[in-house]
């Protein structure tokens, strides 16, 4: 049987980043003119990293198998005439004809069929699964429809689970949580995510991806494209509205009224109020995927003054996100440190001060030199952001990213160490900077 959908790798990976980050820590401690600066980046976290990922190996599915006793104790869905046709697909892009590729079930169902996936089976011990493929010829782009059936409601739910918290901790190298959505109007309850990967010279493949749950069963309908923009939801939506009429009325949980979408992110149940590592932004010399640790907030890197002790907050926390498989500096990664206020008031005064600080910093720091990146102007978020280089002295400098924004009772405070070859766009470290704001709003 396929194991559990989370799992934890051998403590030896784990020490082995422990040291690396501690060896950075120690480099960080001081850069010049007696200026500390304490970051966390890289260095900073105390305990051991959360190891993502999950048994992969591909177990026996029940229901799907010849040899399997239990294939005769349900028929729901046991035909392939309940998948996705060609003609189905064609609201996915009316350009050029779509053609099934190919239909698999049970164990010949392949390890992966969708982004994200860490196992070959959601309910390693439901009825059955069906996986169809589709491709356009003409447009290149693929779909693909992952069905999982469960043995009743309840555990179907908690399937639909399973396969929303994998899409929501993604781990996959080069890929980031674009947009995401909450559906109404289809099934019982669904989302939609949108992936993007490294963008190519001219296009980014996009990966749209919908689950629902319908009655027993999970469902999963995914398009790929190449856009220059993030794909709107629309075509999936109403891809897999129909494909969820056809399933749902075998198993119940049949939806009333207009599919509708409103934007949410997905939940990040695994560290509320925090970036889950989807969130973090895309270097296409990192092909290996972040992970995240809860570390100690610091007070920045001489110029922020944080002062987390003086101004009191009601909490405040830390997590630093490495890639700890990448052939990066030690140094490499982002700090994202979430300050929550009693009030409002005291939460915009906190980035005012900051933003004064940094703004100050090389009248009052002599070896630094600061330069504006843009600010965050939205009817929830104000903030700012930076780069900031220190010089050492003896031929070394120091570079970092660094920004702070303010959303109601909270603040948050984002820093990310330049290195050579090793760089963010200002306006993707100004996008970062806003999603983890919105992500803080789940901070209690």
């Not at 043995?151 to 993604?170: E, F, G, I, P, R």
């Not at 100050?360 to 002599?366: G, H, I, L, T, W």
Request: glycine share 10%; net charge positive.
């Amino acid at each position: 049987m396929a194991g559990s959908h989370r799992g934890q790798r051998g403590g030896t990976r784990a020490a082995a980043r422990e040291a690396r980050r501690e060896q950075a820590r120690k480099r960080n401690q001081t850069i010049a003119a007696g200026v500390a600066v304490v970051v966390l980046v890289g260095g900073g976290g105390v305990a051991a990293l959360n190891a993502f990922g999950g048994d992969k190996s591909p177990g026996p599915k029940a229901g799907s198998s010849p040899t399997d006793d239990k294939s005769s104790q349900s028929n729901v869905l046991s035909d392939d005439k309940v998948l996705m046709d060609a003609t189905a697909a064609k609201t996915l892009g009316a350009t050029g004809a779509w053609k099934v590729t190919g239909t698999a079930g049970g164990d010949s169902a392949p390890d992966t069929s969708f982004a994200c996936q860490l196992q070959r089976f959601a309910d390693p011990a439901g009825l059955r699964t069906w996986v169809r493929t589709l491709q356009n010829p003409t447009t290149k782009d693929t779909a693909v429809q992952y069905i999982d059936v469960s043995n009743d409601k309840a555990t179907a739910a908690k399937t639909y689970n399973t396969v929303v918290h994998w899409l929501s901790q993604c781990t996959t190298p080069q890929t980031r949580l674009t947009a995401g959505y909450v559906t109404t109007g289809v099934g019982q309850t669904g989302v939609i995510a949108v992936f993007g990967q490294v963008p190519g010279a001219k296009t980014t493949k996009y990966r749209t991806v919908s689950v629902t749950l319908a009655g027993q069963a999970t469902m999963v309908v995914e398009h790929d494209t190449l856009a220059v923009t993030p794909p709107k939801p629309d075509v999936v939506l109403a891809t897999t509205s129909a494909a969820a009429k056809k399933i749902c009325a075998e198993t119940g949980g049949c939806a009333t009224g207009a599919p509708v979408v409103t934007p949410a992110l997905l939940p990040n149940t695994d560290n509320p109020g925090f970036m889950a590592p989807v969130d973090l932004p895309l270097l296409a010399e990192v092909d290996k995927p972040w992970v995240s640790t809860a570390a100690q907030p610091g007070d920045g890197t001489g110029c922020e003054k944080l002062s987390l002790k003086k101004v009191k907050p009601v909490k405040a926390g830390t997590f630093t996100y490495v890639a700890p498989e990448a052939k990066v500096p030690t140094e490499f990664g982002m700090d994202d440190t979430v300050v929550k206020f009693a009030t409002a008031a005291a939460a915009s005064d906190f980035v005012a001060k900051i933003r004064k600080n940094v703004d100050a910093c090389e009248k009052n720091v002599s070896n630094a030199k600061v330069q504006s990146t843009g600010t965050l102007k939205t009817s929830t978020i104000t903030g700012k952001s930076w780069t900031a280089t220190y010089d050492s002295g003896d031929g070394k400098k120091y570079h970092y990213r660094i920004g702070i924004a303010g959303s109601g009772d909270r603040a948050v405070y984002l820093l990310f160490p330049v290195l050579k070859d090793l760089d963010l766009t200002d306006a993707a470290f100004n996008e970062t900077l806003a999603r983890a704001v919105d992500r803080s709003a789940a901070y209690k």
